[in-house]
């Protein structure tokens, strides 16, 4: 049993590094621009900058399932610090960036990396905690998630007040680092003991020459050839490769920051120079320099392999390559629409048969598959309702997002910083009612506190979607209404996140949290398109209809009915989310599936 001061100190670590993943996804709201203006694109080319947007948003989402998988096969801790890595190195790419490939490419990172914290967290909470237990930490999780909303714009805005937006994404390197250290120094004194890998023989236990029996598949018993000589061989092959990995690994990622930060006193010198120049083309990442630092993590892959590639032949990596490209077409088809003109974005119509074929072939190779990417009862029973209703509380959750501030601005009252703050009492609501949907799974069912907490967050949208221009001045029922809202939507994070891993075998955990994690991402970003483009039409339905086009207080009614329209949206969402979640039903226990044991030797 793991002390229970380890326990949380190891939760509190790990949704540290959550909250972190959260913030960045909205810190770059506010520094957009001088990000544009760093990598040579001007303000009047707003489009080029999607990506920088949607490339973290298809990090994010798209490798989510590999990596649930990755934390059911290793122990959790690895995947923690795996994560971690990554999200640090994209982040030192991001704030290195000179021209917009490099940048969107350290988003994508970002994006993998800080993604990949949230279910290796929520199938920590499963490890940790038994199933009667995990409300309260499931809670806790789904709290700072949110929490990381409200202070990523915060944090952003007082980092840009003193430096310039690289500063940002350096504060994210240095708090990874943190964090890394951090997990290292708890998770192996905190994480339960896993079993050895399975052992496929079928044979006789025969005597070892050095210790317990061993299995012989066929034949007489042969003592195994393990004495103190293999025994030393191996220690010191196995330590060779380590230092020649970490001397490879810290060669190569030196010079790729040398590559990308490019030192005037180095560039500019006649000799030293020389690495800087690209081979062919401007690009930094055709310099001899980089050419050679990517030829030392190669190497450091190579080395490494035998590490990692017994983990990888279990992960089903065809089916992991067909999740991610049904997802990202997803994302990048929403993701990069103007909402003005359409729902599909500019190559939508290409990549949805795109990603509705590679959805296909997954559910074929699901069916072929020995040992698929998303093992067989995790989409099951409840778990299925479970990512319906996670999916309709994303719908809902963007609606008041975006159009919450859309509102205010339409007001003589606001400017971009008030009406940010009018969203904030939203905000802050949601990671209460997160705590409090988590607590009170000790004495309810999944299904009443997610479904009260969404029926709430209905009432409260429904009349939000009668609100005017002097509604959202009125500061006292908007704040109510926002509180209201809020809670509703935070009470049902936990129960579902519960509900997905009761029912789910215990040796898919991360693949279930990770699921709930995409299932919400996608509400989001389709929700916002759908509901957007649907409020929109009815904008221009409004303007169409005015007598005098240019009238400036009836465009701001068009607007309101605009605003309303998504609100509408969004409380039919949540109500939709609320009805399946009342299927939920009480608590069950975990299915009596065996677990599967895990690699622990990387």
């Known amino acids: 049993m793991v002390p229970s001061s380890r326990r949380h100190a190891l939760l509190a670590t790990a949704a540290a590094g959550v909250a972190l993943a959260a913030a960045d996804t909205y810190v770059v709201v506010l520094a957009l621009t001088d990000m544009m203006a760093g990598v040579g694109i001007g303000v009047d080319a707003l489009q080029r900058a999607t990506p920088i947007i949607s490339g973290f948003l298809l990090g994010y989402i798209a490798v989510l399932p590999l990596i649930g998988r990755l934390s059911d096969l290793l122990d959790r801790q690895r995947v923690l610090l795996g994560c971690l890595i990554v999200f640090v190195v994209g982040s030192g790419v991001t704030a290195l960036a000179t021209d917009l490939g490099i940048l969107v490419g350290g988003r994508v990172l970002q994006g993998m990396g800080g993604g990949g914290l949230v279910p290796a967290t929520l199938a920590l909470v499963a490890d940790l905690w038994p199933s009667d237990r995990r409300g309260t930490p499931l809670g806790v999780v789904g709290a700072v998630q949110e929490l990381g909303s409200v202070l990523g714009p915060v944090l952003g805005a007082v980092i840009l007040a003193w430096s310039g937006w690289r500063a940002i994404f350096w504060v994210n ?53 393990s004495g103190p000589g293999v025994h030393r061989q191996g220690v010191e092959t196995g330590a060779t490769r380590r230092v020649a990995a970490r001397v490879l690994g810290g060669l190569g990622l030196a010079l790729g920051w040398l590559a990308l930060a490019a030192p005037d006193s180095l560039v500019t010198d006649v000799t030293l120079g020389l690495p800087f120049v690209p081979v062919t083309g401007s690009s930094p990442l055709l310099t001899p320099i980089a050419l050679t630092a990517a030829a030392l993590l190669i190497l450091l892959a190579g080395v490494t392999a035998p590490r990692w590639w017994a983990v990888l032949r279990r992960v089903d990596l065809f089916g992991a390559l067909l999740v991610a490209v049904a997802l990202g077409s997803l994302v990048l088809t929403f993701a ?5 003109r359409e729902v599909v974005g500019p190559w939508g119509y290409a990549l949805l048969p795109f990603g509705a074929a590679a959805l296909l072939a997954l559910l074929w190779w699901h069916r072929r598959s020995a040992d698929p990417l998303i093992p067989r009862g995790v ?17 809902a959750l963007v609606a008041v997002v975006v159009d919450v501030p859309v509102l205010a601005r339409l007001t003589d009252s606001y400017d971009a910083t008030g009406a940010a703050l009018v969203l904030v009492r939203f905000l802050l609501a949601v990671p209460v009612g997160a705590l409090l949907g988590g607590w009170s799974l000790h004495r309810l069912g999944d299904g009443v506190v997610a479904g009260g907490g969404l029926a709430l967050a209905a009432g409260g949208m429904f009349h939000m979607s009668t609100w005017t221009v002097d509604s959202i001045a009125d500061t006292v029922p908007t704040t109510a209404a926002l509180v209201i809202v809020g809670l509703g939507i935070g009470l049902a994070l936990a129960p579902v996140n519960n509900a997905a891993l009761a029912d789910s075998p215990g040796h898919a955990h991360g693949v279930a949290s990770a699921l709930v994690v995409v299932a919400r991402m996608v509400g989001m970003v389709v929700g916002l398109a759908l509901l957007t483009s649907i409020g929109l039409n009815r904008y221009f339905e409004e303007v169409r209809q005015l007598p005098d086009p240019f009238d400036t207080e009836a465009l701001i009614a068009a607007g309101v009915v605009q605003v309303q329209t998504v609100f509408l949206g969004g409380a039919v969402a949540a109500l939709l989310g609320g009805l399946v979640a009342f299927t939920l039903g009480s608590r069950r226990a975990v299915a009596t599936v065996p677990d599967e044991p895990r690699f622990v030797g990387l």
């Open 336 to 340: 990069s629409s103007d909402p003005e």
């Open 173 to 225: 390197v240095a708090a990874g680092l943190v964090l890394y250290a951090a997990v290292r120094a708890l998770g192996s004194r905190s994480l339960p003991a896993l079993p050895p890998p399975p052992t496929h023989s079928s044979g006789p236990a025969v005597p070892s020459s050095s210790g317990p029996a061993v299995p012989s598949s066929s034949g007489p018993a042969v003592p195994r050839s």
């Open 379 to 395: 989409v099951g029973r409840r778990g299925l309702r479970s990512l319906l209703v996670s999916l309709l509380v994303g719908a």
